[in-house]
């Protein structure tokens, strides 16, 4: 039980596009999802903690009009990552929290902006 | 504000050999604590976690941890590591008294295991 998972796992993209990042609790609600940022070799940044049916709740220095998240249903979540550029390439990492401090991560998405 | 250290970027070690990875805190009261193993290119499991109560906490796959409220710490042990524990570990702390399960990580330790 409790797994979440995170579509697609490898994206790239041209500098300027937009892409969205899907985080599922398959089985499971979450009425509370946490979006991370991981650089290579380095630990997870929290960006934004994503509530169901409204606005997410952005970390200092995470732009939100950049890093759109929409936490539409209890076991959705997504981000958009608007007008990507290269310095936006890393792997992004959604926990989903079935009850207070149980979270479940997902396997990560990969972007690589170019 | 609650803040962790993980003082090892990189330990290495031999297959069977003991393991300790080391984790302090910066809290005012009681934290949360957490173990995560993250393998290559992949999210984090779950090893281990400290609410309250006994101070030797038990996990998954033979890991155990101890809090120590003098030492403000909380490091990680296995006994005998197998090759396949190679990867890299997070130790975490949440702050119950903010109103906020949110979790800060530390800055990981990698683990190597040699045959």
């Known amino acids: 039980g409790a797994v979440v998972s995170q579509h697609p796992s490898w994206v790239i993209c041209k500098s300027g596009t937009s892409v969205k990042i899907e985080c599922r609790s398959l089985?499971?609600?979450?009425?509370?999802m946490f979006w991370y940022r991981q650089f290579p070799k380095q630990s997870l940044m929290l960006m934004a903690t994503?509530?169901?049916?409204?606005?997410?709740?952005?970390e200092q220095g995470v732009e939100k009009d950049k890093f759109l998240i929409n936490h539409a249903s209890l076991t959705l979540s997504t981000l958009t990552v608007t007008s990507a550029h290269p310095e936006d390439s890393s792997f992004y990492i959604c926990s989903a929290r079935p009850d207070l401090y149980e979270q479940y991560f997902g396997p990560g998405t990969r972007l690589t902006v170019t | 504000a609650q803040s962790v250290t993980q003082p090892d970027i990189h330990i290495t070690v031999s297959e069977g050999a003991s393991l300790e990875l080391r984790c302090n805190y910066s809290?005012?009261?009681?934290?949360?604590l957490f173990w995560y193993v993250q393998s290559p290119g992949q999210g984090l499991q779950l090893l281990l976690k400290y609410f309250s109560g006994d101070t030797l906490v038990q996990g998954i796959k033979g890991f155990e941890a101890e809090f120590k409220r003098s030492q403000s710490s909380f490091n990680l042990r296995k006994p005998s590591v197998h090759w396949s524990d190679a990867a890299e570990y997070f130790c975490?702390?949440?702050?119950?008294?903010?109103?906020?399960?949110?979790?800060?990580f530390g800055t990981g330790t990698r683990l190597q295991v040699f045959p």
């Open positions: 975490a702390v949440g702050a119950p008294d903010e109103g906020t399960d949110k979790l800060i």
């Open positions: 089985d499971f609600q979450a009425t509370t």
């Open positions: 994503s509530n169901e049916g409204s606005k997410a709740t952005y």
């Open positions: 809290y005012g009261a009681t934290p949360y």
